[in-house]
């Protein structure tokens, strides 16, 4: 198992993000025209400085109320709804890391994937239309 430095992890775990992410908010552009939404990113703190992070999980459905908008949970799988499209697929599903000081012990496939999506962040092979 390789070890790189926090920093670097760091850096390549967050331009794997904006990849998803830059994904994500492409497709609820479509989406909305189906009165859904899919989070972007849900992050939750556990005790003991677990973090978790959730990208692309979550379903809302966007409801008119009064003057303003209410968000209803709908689930963690698409909504069936006729000829809404596949949300995008993010290579970054579950990652599990063990940081000892300054350094990252990492899965070497993991690692490949990361590098891959950082060096194509800029690139969307997903579209929606």
Not at 109 to 125: D, G, H, I, W
């Amino acid at each position: 198992m390789p070890t790189i430095e926090l920093d670097e992890f760091k850096k390549l775990l967050s331009q794997a993000l904006d990849s998803c992410l830059r994904l994500v908010y492409e497709y609820n552009n479509v989406a909305k025209a189906f009165n859904v939404y899919l989070k972007p990113i849900h992050v939750v703190t556990k005790k003991h400085n677990k973090v978790y992070i959730y990208v692309a999980k979550y379903w809302y459905r966007i409801v008119k109320q009064g003057n303003g908008i209410k968000w209803v949970y709908i689930g963690s799988g698409k909504p069936n709804i006729p000829d809404l499209p596949e949300p995008p697929r993010c290579a970054i599903e579950r990652i599990a890391i063990t940081v000892h000081n300054n350094f990252v012990d990492i899965d070497n496939n993991l690692l490949r994937a990361l590098r891959a999506l950082a060096s194509n962040s800029s690139s969307s092979a997903d579209t929606w239309a």
